[in-house]
């Protein structure tokens, strides 16, 4: 059991006015330094996407680093995608947002959907990486920022029990775990469920994906009265033609949430368009 809060600052204040009970407290310090340094040595850290030597365990090589293309202002304000420029004070949105505006009210997401974003979300969710998922939860807190500041709940896109059993672990709720203790949000995962099995999603296309995550997700009788009127950011690994998305939002709206935003580490963004304002 970890210790409380309270004697580890006491302790601390007795050891600032007494040198000889502060050496223990030095001693701590020094031993943890210690096995960080041995186990460096016997596991250098390594790049999350490509596995180089770097300095620091949980973060990128150079070369990875800089084919990450994380996404910035200028975006759409709505569907979170690149905008070649901006202007003005207000919203930015994109074209793709006013001719076919989606379920949810913002999405944000840390980079587009390139080769290092794949190879890392490809890593948690197949190659059982999850050592990756508090570095990127992290990065999606920051790039999540203006969404996560009003909302009330986190709720992660949730696996079919049978693909959970086979997997052991569902990464967008291990990612939302990291992005609710960077924002002091509560994770609510029992808030919708995954009601039927679906065929994956890669490989179909746009048509197809639709359907078959039609119907798919469905919000528990015994959470409706606490997510009703609740702003929600539904958090996933990533977004593609937003068939899931889609899918899990509107059954959010349908049980009465005030509000969904989307969270995501990648989400394609082929087309760059001019912003409107």
């Known amino acids: 059991m970890n210790p409380s809060p ?8 007795e ?15 020094l031993g943890r330094r210690l096995w960080r340094g041995l186990v460096d040595v016997a596991l250098p850290p390594s790049c999350m996407a490509c596995r180089a030597a770097v300095d620091e365990p949980g973060c990128l090589c150079g070369s990875c680093w800089s084919r990450l293309s994380f996404i910035a202002a200028p975006f759409c304000d709505r569907l979170g995608t ?21 379920a949810y009210g913002r999405a944000r997401a840390v980079a587009a959907f390139g080769e290092v974003a794949r190879d890392l979300i490809h890593a948690l969710k197949y190659a059982d990486r999850l050592d990756i998922a508090p570095p990127m939860g992290r990065m999606m807190a920051r790039a999540g920022a203006d ?4 909302a009330q709940a986190l709720v992660p896109v949730p696996l079919h029990r ?13 990612l939302a775990g990291v992005i609710g203790g960077e924002a002091g949000l509560p994770v609510r995962a029992g808030w919708l469920e995954r009601q039927r099995a679906t065929v994956p999603q890669v490989g179909l296309d746009r048509a197809a994906r639709a359907r078959n995550v039609q119907g798919a997700f469905a919000v528990p009788e015994i959470a409706k009265g606490e997510l009703r009127g609740r702003r929600l950011v539904l958090v996933d690994d990533v977004l593609t033609t937003g068939a899931t998305i889609d899918a899990c939002v509107k059954a959010l709206l349908r049980a009465g949430a005030g509000r969904v935003d989307v969270l995501v580490f990648a989400r394609v963004a082929d087309a760059v368009d001019a912003p409107l304002s």
């Not at 901006?86 to 505006?101: D, I, Q």
């Not at 969404?147 to 009003?150: N, T, V």
């Open 162 to 174: 049978l693909r959970l059993w086979r997997r052991r672990f569902n990464q967008s709720a291990a």
């Open 15 to 29: 050891a600032q006015a007494s040198p000889a009970r502060a050496a223990p407290w030095r001693g701590l310090g």
């Open 147 to 150: 969404i996560l500041s009003d």
């Open 6 to 13: 309270e004697p580890m600052r006491e302790n601390a204040r």
């Open 82 to 102: 690149p905008l070649p420029y901006g202007f003005g004070e207000g919203r930015l949105l994109s074209p793709a947002a006013r001719e076919a505006p989606p």
